[in-house]
């Protein structure tokens, strides 16, 4: 009984620690455990721990009896932002160096012999920038975040001795904030403006995932992760130097993108494991920003402004997923991975709020196990590639705030802890 109540607690501490946020390709987050971030986030066929669930919750099959893991991951990215702000003249910003702490906490149970109950407490989407107040982007963003909580019960079914099936409930709260500077007359020589906006919302989507051991060395596993509606509800004030200008309700709409993985485990020796994996990740179901304003906003000319809308018009992209452990013993494990990210931001549609580019992620982690305990670390380090922001007459017509510049330097280092017991 004592550790079923410290077993609920600690979800309960993830569910409220997991609305953290990071700077990941698009919005997404893919380190779900550090035996899962050594491994380039790879896990999808591989049932070694109740963390499966995150990448495919059908594969908990593979798992005995009733079992606990939680942990976090400390993020922390970089990057440098140059922007033309006259001809000629370049001017260089960096990223403000913060960490975050994204967690997640997860436990299997299994009724009986073609059974499985779990629940994943995690975090799917975030992104957290931060700039200068005064730097030459801030017409576009001075601060950014989205935070998400996943809450994910799942129900896994043997219906083959060798074929699993799985669905579940993401039951996910997403938030947004920004602020960002409004010119008042003249951009970079009048007073500025200050907005700040914020909003949540609940929303409910499902999960589905199959988990096949095709021979005693090779197991195959195949997930999906539905679209989420966010309707997102809040609040927008207006500051001037002199005090509140403006201030009233806003909100706009969201679609979470569908998830779609693949992923193969092999067992190429008695203490070598291999796993390779694909993620399709559908995000262009993120075609705009579209930002309501009740009362409407007010422009420096006096136009009213009741919808503030930016085109985003994201494409869908692969990541690339390789990672293998070796056995040292029975306690000790020595795990790598390598990951290759593609970016979904078309380069018409850079901006500020998302400072990136494709991504290497390059993993290294140790794992621990005595008895029914196990703890497990791990390291990554990302790399983001330099991209070249050139911004077309009819975009800078738009006064977006995005200037011609260059993304580079980007970089982030990533430590993950995952502990976990047998119960």
Not at 82 to 93: H, I, Q, R, S, Y
Not at 138 to 154: F, G, K, L, V, W
Not at 232 to 257: E, F, K, Q
Not at 385 to 396: A, G, L, N, Q, Y
Request: net charge negative; with cysteine.
């Amino acid at each position: 009984m004592k550790q079923k109540k410290l077993l609920a607690g600690a979800l309960c501490v993830a569910a409220s620690l997991a609305a953290q946020s990071v700077l990941g390709a698009g919005f997404g987050i893919y380190e779900g455990s550090a035996r899962g971030n050594a491994m380039g986030t790879e896990v999808t066929a591989d049932p070694a721990q109740p963390s499966v669930i995150y990448n495919n919750a059908a594969a908990m099959t593979g798992l005995e009896g009733t079992q606990f893991e939680a942990g976090l991951s400390l993020i922390n990215p970089n990057v440098t932002v140059a922007t033309m702000v006259a001809p000629g003249v370049t001017v260089e910003e960096d990223l403000e160096s913060n960490w975050y702490t994204p967690p997640h906490a997860y436990m299997t149970y299994q009724m009986n012999d073609k059974v499985w109950a779990g629940l994943g407490v995690f975090t799917r989407y975030g992104l957290g920038v931060e700039y200068d107040d005064d730097w030459a982007g801030r017409y576009n963003c001075q601060e950014a975040t989205i935070q998400s909580i996943d809450i994910n019960p799942s129900i896994a079914v043997k219906v083959m001795d060798k074929l699993s099936l799985a669905a579940g409930i993401r039951a996910e709260w997403f938030d947004f904030e920004l602020y960002k500077a409004v010119p008042t007359g003249e951009a970079f020589v009048d007073p500025d403006l200050q907005l700040h906006l914020a909003g949540d919302d609940w929303g409910l989507g499902y999960n589905l995932g199959a988990y096949y051991e095709a021979t005693e060395w090779l197991s195959l596993g195949l997930s999906y992760d539905s679209e989420i509606d966010q309707e997102i509800d809040g609040d927008y004030t207006v500051r001037s130097p002199l005090g509140v200008a403006a201030s009233g309700s806003g909100g706009g709409d969201v679609t979470t993108p569908g998830i779609l993985r693949f992923g193969a485990s092999a067992k190429a020796t008695e203490k070598l494991t291999v796993n390779a994996g694909i993620v399709y990740t559908m995000w262009s179901s993120y075609d705009e920003l579209a930002i309501a304003f009740n009362p409407p906003l007010m422009a420096s000319d006096g136009t009213l402004i009741p919808v503030s809308v930016t085109e985003k018009d994201w494409d869908d992209v692969l990541r690339y997923q390789l990672g293998v452990e070796y056995m040292l013993d029975e306690s000790w494990a020595l795990r790598a991975g390598y990951v290759y990210d593609e970016t979904p931001v078309p380069d018409e549609h850079v901006d500020y709020i998302v400072p990136a580019n494709d991504r290497h992620l390059i993993g290294l982690g140790v794992g621990y196990q005595k008895d029914d305990f196990f703890c497990d670390l791990s390291y990554t380090y990302l790399m983001i590639d330099d991209r070249d922001v050139t911004v077309s007459p009819e975009r800078m017509a738009l006064q977006e705030g995005v200037l011609p510049g260059e993304f580079k330097d980007g970089y982030t280092h990533i430590l993950g802890i995952t502990v976990g017991y047998k119960l």
